[in-house]
């Protein structure tokens, strides 16, 4: 795992955690989870590589 992914994934954290305390004092909730789970569906696309070569490794390694 690169050091520039786990960099991106707190950026995107922080981000998303700033926004949505903006919107939460604002009285827009529904926003607020919208935004939430578009920060997680983000870094999970970022992790989508990452993830098929863990498991790639994991069939070599056990032969599956």
Known sequence: MD???ILKI???GLLVSVV????RSTGRDDQAT???VAGILLVLFLL???MDA???TIQ???GL
Do not use: E
Request: aromatic residues 14%.
């Open 48 to 50: 989508l590589d990452s």
């Open 60 to 62: 070599k390694i056990f």
């Open 3 to 5: 050091i520039s992914l």
């Open 20 to 23: 949505c305390q903006i919107l």
């Open 54 to 56: 863990l498991f790639t």
């Open 10 to 12: 707190a950026g995107i």
């Open 34 to 36: 919208f935004v939430s």
